[in-house]
């Protein structure tokens, strides 16, 4: 600096001197704890879930702590449902399905009566969930800690990291629980050598650690001696029907319209496994009815068949969303389902619910759900029929596909009907490359080993009319009597990957695409590829001995003496 700089007056400098020692100040009372306290060292209520203080209110009333239905949700069960018409809390477990009113003791576990130590309530139109009455179920530890009213939760599950704090050396004073993972954060309380502390993590050199009152912090990690890591319980896997059947299986639906059918004068049905007569039927308000036939089961039986009924909803829209609507037809259905199937002695229960209301797509998981423990309780196999991702909101995309490959045993994937038979222009039944895509996008939701890939044992003959074209379906032996009388020879076709047949009759044309035993086979070694449980198909009495042979030869091939892929 030349001798003609600026000089600054002495009382500027002093300013800046006094700011920066006040500043220091300042943050040397910000590492001690001096500023602005903690909710952690007020006393306020807080609820950490596993290490982690989550934003949310907690009430505490006695021994119990309350926390808000959405935040329960959030955080520790995503599958709690409300039922605000009927006042009903609904939670589901693999092996458990509750029913809780509002304020009461008294609820329901599968059914049967029992006593819960605090009832959920309803607070200014909030419902308020009660963490440590519930924990059994999931199962969670819940403590309430009054010194400083916490309330911790963990899963029990979850291994348990414990450690123990070591005296600090002169050099660095004493022992402070600091809030975050910095020598300067602010400090939460003095901690003492041989603290027993549980560690949630390692961050930057620091342990974030939970004090036995609850109180969570970061502690340096030199300063923290691990003890040991003590195993979680392991999860109790859901209960799986003993009579499931070895994989890969065959199923085949039995389209059925009366009683009186006696499957002991059936045709032979090579390979199957398990037959579905389409015998229940959702009625108003939950009733279901049937026409299931005890001599039918016992025919089954003896010819080496299981029997999964099939339960339908008619594909009528208002009647289903009324009925998934309503907790208690909800609770109806089940009974009934499971009477049912104890008077009838069935194995198991096939749902097909189609054309469903989109905005209905929550509660017929949750029917799924509520179904899934009765079941597994009473030893029946559960299975949902879906199509393929994509396509309308009625017939597709209402089906939660993950969500229904977890409650239930297997999913059918109904892979037929590419081109319906009020399609504008006609088309295959069922495509192998359209077949392969939607299996491929059905796999992103659904474990291959929960899954069957539908078989489609009938197809369509397309006639030319004026202004469109009109259909009309044809199982396989019409289908094979209809090319002999027509004198026509199949052709590849190689767009759909299926055979095709054409010919012209007054002035029209006509056109089918064909299922045949090579389509079949090449169907059953895609599932084989992809790892699936089996093959479902649709229907039986469309079929014939040639078709069930096909499949149960190539079923051979995969699992040699049925023993699984």
């Not at 039922?83 to 576990?109: C, M, S």
């Not at 017929?364 to 949902?384: H, Y």
């Amino acid at each position: 600096m030349g001798r003609h700089a600026r000089r600054e007056p002495p009382s500027l400098v002093w300013a800046v001197l006094l700011a920066v020692m006040i500043g220091g100040a300042f943050a040397l009372a910000y590492e001690r704890g001096w500023g602005a306290a903690q909710a952690l060292a007020q006393g306020q209520p807080q609820l950490i879930l596993e290490g982690e203080i989550l934003p949310v209110p907690v009430r505490l009333e006695g021994d119990e702590a309350y926390i808000p239905l959405e935040d329960f949700q959030a955080y520790l069960d995503p599958k709690a449902y409300y039922d605000p018409v009927e006042k009903l809390l609904v939670l589901t477990t693999a092996d458990r399905w509750v029913v809780l009113p509002q304020g009461d003791l008294e609820g329901w576990i599968n059914e049967e009566p029992f006593r819960l130590a605090a009832p959920w309530q309803d607070i200014g139109g909030e419902v308020s969930v009660p963490l440590k009455a519930l924990a059994f179920l999931y199962p969670l530890r819940v403590e309430i800690h009054p010194e400083t009213a916490l309330v911790t939760v963990e899963k029990v599950i979850t291994p348990r990291l414990m450690g123990v704090t070591l005296p600090p050396a002169a050099w660095e004073g004493g022992l402070w629980l600091k809030e975050k993972a910095h020598p300067r954060s602010r400090r939460l309380l003095e901690v003492a050598p041989g603290t027993e502390v549980r560690v949630w993590g390692e961050e930057k050199g620091w342990y974030r650690v939970q004090l036995a009152d609850g109180r969570v912090g970061y502690l340096p990690k030199h300063l923290v001696s691990l003890t040991g890591l003590y195993a979680g319980s392991a999860p109790r896997p859901p209960a799986r029907p003993a009579s499931l059947p070895p994989v890969p299986f065959h199923l085949t639906w039995d389209l059925l319209t009366v009683r009186g059918a006696d499957p002991s004068r059936y045709p032979p049905l090579p390979g199957v496994a398990v037959i579905s007569p389409t015998w229940l039927h959702l009625e108003k308000d939950g009733l279901i009815s049937s026409l299931g036939d005890p001599a039918y089961v016992t025919a089954a039986h003896e010819r080496g068949l299981q029997v999964w009924a099939l339960f339908s909803n008619g594909f009528d829209p208002e009647r289903t969303h009324s009925f998934l609507s309503s907790t208690t037809a909800r609770r109806e259905a089940a009974r009934q389902l499971l009477a049912q199937a104890q008077a009838l002695q069935l194995d198991g229960i096939n749902v097909d619910f189609e054309n469903v209301y989109m905005t209905d797509k929550d509660l017929f998981t949750q029917f799924i759900r509520e179904l899934a423990p009765l079941f597994r309780r009473a030893g029946l196999v559960l299975s949902v029929d879906v199509t393929f991702p994509g396509g309308s909101p009625n017939w597709s995309l209402f089906y939660d596909r993950q969500a229904l490959g977890e409650a239930a045993d297997f999913i059918m994937v109904m892979a037929y009907d590419q081109t319906p038979g009020n399609a504008s222009l006609p088309g295959p039944t069922a495509g192998l490359p359209w077949v392969e895509r939607g299996l491929e996008a059905t796999l992103q939701e659904v474990p291959a080993e929960k899954l069957l890939l539908g078989l489609p044992f009938y197809t369509r003959l397309w006639r030319e009319e004026e202004g469109g074209w009109k259909s009309s379906a044809l199982g396989l032996p019409q289908q094979e009597e209809k090319i002999r009388e027509k004198k026509v020879s199949p052709v590849w076709d190689e767009t759909y990957g299926v055979p095709r047949v054409e010919w012209q009759e007054k002035g029209r044309t006509y056109r089918m695409w064909l299922e045949t035993q090579e389509t079949l086979r090449q169907r059953v070694e895609l599932a084989r590829r992809m790892g699936l449980a089996g093959v479902a198909s649709w229907q039986m009495r469309l079929g014939h001995e040639e078709a069930f042979g096909q499949v149960k030869k190539t079923l051979e091939e995969w699992s040699p003496g049925g023993n699984g892929p």
